[in-house]
């Protein structure tokens, strides 16, 4: 898509690529499952992050949609604000791209209803650029605010700032009151106290887990955080590392504390950082 393309306005043009939004209702994906191309947290592959497009207009989404897949997001489309609410509670989005003026729900409830469960950053699109309302939608919690038209380019570069501010890269990060301690600078996990013989691959998949929740990780997605060195891993052997993981963390299998399983799906780390 051409760099200058902008969004909002009239004369916008754009054809929507395989999986693309097509106008319809509810919930829709593209680009899920890609790893990001630079590595994280100690040579990990974190998997892309995910942006929430919420708007009405089929045009915005696709030109939206469109630009931030190509830049290696994992994009989630949701054309009312009913469905981008109930996006937002369930998807875990990294980013939330938020129209204000949607035909159901104001965005302005959107934004005050995730905000009291969540702090996921929040860059709201609207047609008013007044210094009221800019100075409203901050208010309610938003952490960018971009007037339409808009260039598609400057809203990509805005996702990544606040991305960027928003998940600052922790060398060492712990869970459970410290009871788990991983220090990515030394490539090393503890529990309890004591290091955990973890192999290459558990590390790495642990790690993947933690950069990522509370999101699910599929194990496809999982595979691509070890795949680098590890060619010839498959899906049923990211199960066995998964079991290994579990039991060196002391895990019970049927009720777990760390690592859960999300049948049909995949796998999650379960527990928040340690404040």
Do not use: C, W
């Amino acid at each position: 898509m051409p760099s200058n393309a902008s969004a909002g306005g009239a004369g916008v043009a754009s054809r929507p690529g395989p999986g693309q939004p097509n106008g319809t209702p509810g919930l829709r994906r593209s680009a899920l499952g890609r790893a990001s191309a630079e590595p994280h947290d100690g040579g990990v592959p974190m998997v892309a992050p995910s942006v929430l497009v919420v708007d009405d207009e089929r045009k915005i989404r696709e030109v939206v949609g469109s630009y931030l897949a190509h830049e290696g997001y994992s994009v989630l489309y949701a054309e009312t604000g009913a469905d981008g609410l109930q996006a937002a509670l369930r998807e875990h989005p990294d980013l939330i791209v938020l129209d204000l003026k949607l035909p159901d729900i104001p965005g302005e409830e959107i934004a005050r209803a995730v905000r009291d469960v969540s702090d996921v950053p929040i860059i709201m699109l609207t047609a008013k650029s007044s210094e009221a309302n800019r100075i409203t939608g901050l208010s309610l919690g938003a952490d960018d605010y971009l007037v339409k038209p808009f260039s598609v380019r400057e809203l990509a570069a805005r996702v990544a700032a606040v991305l960027r501010r928003s998940k600052p890269i922790r060398d060492e990060v712990s869970f459970d009151g410290e009871r788990l301690l991983i220090d990515r600078g030394a490539r090393e996990a503890r529990l309890a106290g004591s290091p955990l013989a973890l192999t290459r691959t558990e590390y790495d998949l642990l790690v993947a887990l933690v950069a990522n929740a509370p999101r699910t990780l599929s194990r496809e997605q999982l595979l691509a955080a070890v795949r680098g060195y590890d060619a010839e891993a498959s899906e049923r052997t990211v199960d066995a590392h998964i079991k290994n993981l579990r039991h060196k963390l002391g895990d019970d299998p049927r009720a777990p504390t760390f690592v859960l399983t999300v049948a049909g799906v995949g796998y999650r780390f379960a527990l928040r950082a340690d404040a």
